[in-house]
């Protein structure tokens, strides 16, 4: 792999419409607004960081390791959905996840991780530049939601982590998949399941950070005869992946009145979607995404016409 200078890769990514010393020389703490949504701390850098951040992301973060095996989240062709499917065969469930996780990731961390990679990644003055790269990609010494590079660099501050729970799920059975901070582990049994929780918060402790704590209100056992709800999506005794009941009622009851009322069909959005018609394309598009053969009932059900018309990209601009 051959390298090149942090200058180097900055003007081929910015053609020179971009000044390398500004992008050393900026006080990014003059360009990040803080708020809060549904009880956390978001952070929004300014577009010219944004800017700086994604070019960050694209010449450095994308080459950092990580388990690649056991990772679904931030992975072009991986999602949700193929973090679940890798447990659809099985009977047994532990769901669990990381409290604060973002948050808890300090800039401490961050050099750590970019100090391990620097064989990794094709920047051959990486190690002069990690103060400047870790200082642009924390605030206030942690790592913050709402930036794009604290997606990839959480995926690599669990590599160690990853990489024990994998092997212990593997001698035992066990299948093992991480969705960001959502951590699910399923087996044909549940013969040492009882444990799990204690082994991996050890785990995190030793190999990761002492300050990573799973979330006691959001461990949960289940197994197939309860409802198994994963990542938001339901695994069915069968094995098969689909949505929610809820969201397949509301597509159904609004399929129904579409077809049969379309006057009540216009007080059914306001009452279920406050009026939005274009979350009945998203929520339509999403059931495709997840399961396709589900979409082709209701299109036997509700006509190819009706399908077509509400999934048509007309409400969005």
Known sequence: MSKRTLEQAFNAVFHEKESFNDFCAMNHSQEVLSFSANSRD????????????????????????????????????????????AHAGSSHFFMTDIKAFFSNITDVDVREILTRNEGNVPISDIKEHISLLVEMMTWQGSLPVGFPTSPQLSNAFLLRFDQKLHRYCEGRGYTYTRYSDDIVISAKSFD????????????????????????????????????VKILGL??????????????????????????????????VVDETLAGKEHSLFGLLHYARSIDPSYLEKLQRKYGAYALRSLMEDKWHG
């Open 42 to 85: 978001l952070f929004h850098p300014s577009p010219k960081l944004k800017k700086y951040l994604r070019f960050i992301d694209k010449v450095i973060l994308r080459y950092l390791e990580r388990d690649d095996v056991v990772v679904h989240s931030y992975i072009k062709g991986k999602s949700a959905l193929t973090a679940v499917e």
């Open 192 to 227: 040492g399941f009882e444990h799990l929780s204690e082994t991996i918060q050890l785990l995190l402790n030793t190999a990761v950070s002492p300050l990573l704590r799973l979330s006691d209100d959001k461990t949960r056992y289940t197994h197939t005869g309860n409802k």
């Open 234 to 267: 339901v695994v069915t005794q069968g094995g098969k992946v689909t949505i929610d009941s809820k969201y397949k009622r509301q597509l159904e009851t609004l399929l129904h009145f579409y077809v049969t009322d379309r006057e009540r069909f216009g007080r």
